[in-house]
């Protein structure tokens, strides 16, 4: 089996965020400061293109035990991307207060920042940091 290809990195968050336009840029920062207040974690890279904070252990399909971010996120091309675990089970209140958006399992895709309630974004950020706590890998 192969290894997970998206592992922490020691690129430079900054210097990654400074490379976006200037709106997704500001979009970017204004998550990464929920996401750290939520995690208590500083920002690392994960691969090319996902910021993520803090680490839970989890065990794919080969029953080996890995590790991803507990919350994260990417600009991607078209949508800036949240990766919320586990999910949006429960969270059908908040996700129909949250405003324009999609979702894929764990992934949140917003067009811009100005289109949601960020209130509602921070409470489902904090939802998933505490959903994760009992995975949660402490260094």
Do not use: N
């Amino acid at each position: 089996m192969s290894e997970l290809k998206t592992r922490p990195t020691t690129a430079s968050v900054s210097e990654f965020l400074a490379l976006q336009p200037d709106q997704r840029r500001a979009d970017c920062e204004a998550v990464l400061a929920m996401m750290e207040a939520a995690t208590g974690e500083q920002a690392e890279m994960w691969g090319a293109a996902i910021v993520g904070f803090g680490r839970y252990a989890y065990s794919g399909s080969s029953k080996k035990v890995m590790e991803w971010p507990i919350v994260g996120f990417s600009p991607r091309k078209t949508d800036l991307t949240l990766y919320l675990m586990p999910g949006f089970e429960g969270r059908a209140e908040l996700m129909a207060r949250l405003g324009k958006h999609k979702t894929g399992k764990s992934c949140l895709y917003l067009k811009k920042l100005a289109d949601v309630d960020a209130g509602v974004l921070r409470e489902l950020i904090d939802c998933s940091v505490q959903g994760m706590e009992p995975q949660r890998v402490r260094r």
